[in-house]
C-alpha cells in the first residue's frame, strides 16, 4: 500500500497523512498483540522485506481495513507519480465520508 506521508512540508497531504496514521495507531496501539505475515522472497526495490499485519481478532489484514476506508492506496513498486490521481479521490472521499470509528472487532 501507499499512504499519504505525515512528514512532509505539504500540509494537505500531511493532514491525509495523519489520519491514516492515527488509524494505524488506534488498532495496534503499543502493546497490543499482530500477527506480521511476511514472505522473505518478497521484496520491494530497496530489497526490504514485504509483509502485511493482522490485528488480533480480526479477519482482515490492517492493509486491507485502510483501503476499504480509503486511507491509502494500493501499491505493486510503480512509479508513485501514478498514484496521484487515487490519492486524491481517497481525500475527496474522506471529506464527504469521514472513516469508521474503529472497534477491537473491526
Same mark, same amino acid.
Given at each position: 500500500?501507499?499512504a499519504?506521508?505525515s ?16 488509524y ?6 503499543v *502493546? #497490543?498483540?499482530? %500477527? @506480521?505475515?511476511?514472505d522473505?522472497a ?5 530489497g526490504?522485506?514485504? +509483509?502485511?499485519i493482522?490485528v488480533? *481478532? #480480526?479477519?482482515? %489484514? @490492517? ?5 476499504q ?7 505493486? +513498486? ?9 490519492? @486524491? ?7 464527504t ?10
Open positions: 500500500i501507499d499519504p506521508e512528514r512532509t512540508r505539504d500540509v494537505v497531504e500531511k493532514k491525509y497523512g495523519q489520519m491514516s496514521k492515527q494505524v495507531q488506534s488498532r495496534c496501539p *502493546g #497490543s498483540s499482530v %500477527t @506480521l505475515i511476511v522473505s518478497r521484496k520491494d526495490k530497496f526490504r522485506i514485504l +509483509g502485511n493482522r488480533q *481478532g #480480526s479477519e482482515t %489484514t @490492517l492493509a486491507d481495513e485502510m483501503l476506508r480509503h486511507l491509502c492506496v494500493p501499491y505493486a +513498486g510503480a512509479n508513485k507519480s501514478l498514484l496521484k490521481d487515487q490519492h @486524491l479521490l481517497n481525500r475527496a472521499r474522506l471529506d465520508t469521514p472513516p469508521p470509528a474503529t472497534t477491537n472487532a473491526d
